[in-house]
T-cell receptor, first 113, second 112 residues
């Protein structure tokens, strides 16, 4: 019954590795997002994906790449992980983009050593 | 930086109303005020949103001032499960995505 799910819940890895976080939503929404919550608890949007249109926050390093195999999934791939990538990553979805209400997943806690 | 400012923390006695303020003095005419909350170790949860009229749903009430520069989220009868960080954000269908930022929010502690 989980509306927005993410895997894994926890991810501990070494610097320089490549990792992926998966997100799935069963709400029938057509827009999905990735957010990063840093140590100061600011939650900032990284990407928005709507009907295969990708809108990128330009402050996000290009080591981060979203991949959407279909409308219900938006995975986040991270290359060459750095210490500063340690954070909690949240996936979200909404019906349409822009001002619509977003539904968030439980988060993936990434720790880069 | 977030376009809203909120007090960092508040306490509320269980069973009493919790009134959480938010300032959004630079809000533009087509921007909605949204409230979300984040219970420890969970993803943010939508609570309520409004444009200029007061709104109420099963979770809370939202009071927006006439000039729209501030708003108050009201939890009418706070319970221990309402202990969470509450985020106030403003956005519109035309909000540039890199401007969508949840600030540090207000950490609400409901006390028995």
């Amino acid at each position: 019954d989980t509306a927005v799910s993410q895997t894994p819940k926890y991810l501990v890895t070494q610097m320089g590795n490549d990792k992926s976080i998966k997100c799935e939503q069963n709400l029938g929404h057509d827009t999905m997002y990735w957010y990063k919550q840093d140590s100061k608890k600011f939650l900032k949007i990284m990407f928005s994906y709507n009907n295969k249109e990708l809108i990128i926050n330009e402050t996000v390093p290009n080591r981060f790449s979203p991949k959407s195999p279909d409308k219900a999934h938006l995975n986040l791939h991270i290359n060459s992980l750095e210490l500063g990538d340690s954070a909690v990553y949240f996936c979200a979805s909404s019906h349409g983009g822009g001002g619509e209400t977003q539904y968030f997943g439980p988060g993936t806690r990434l720790l880069v050593l | 930086d977030a376009k809203t400012t909120q007090p960092p923390s508040m306490d509320c006695a269980e069973g009493r109303a919790a009134n959480l303020p938010c300032n959004h003095s630079t809000i533009s005419g087509n921007e909605y005020v949204y409230w979300y909350r984040q219970i420890h170790s969970q993803g943010p949860q939508y609570i309520i949103h409004g444009l200029k009229n007061n709104e109420t749903n099963e979770m809370a009430s939202l009071i927006i001032t006439e000039d729209r520069k501030s708003s108050t989220l009201i939890l009418p009868h706070a319970t221990l499960r309402d202990t969470a960080v509450y985020y106030c954000i403003v956005r519109s269908p035309k909000t540039s995505y890199d401007k969508v930022i949840f600030g540090p929010g207000t950490s609400l502690s409901v006390i028995p």
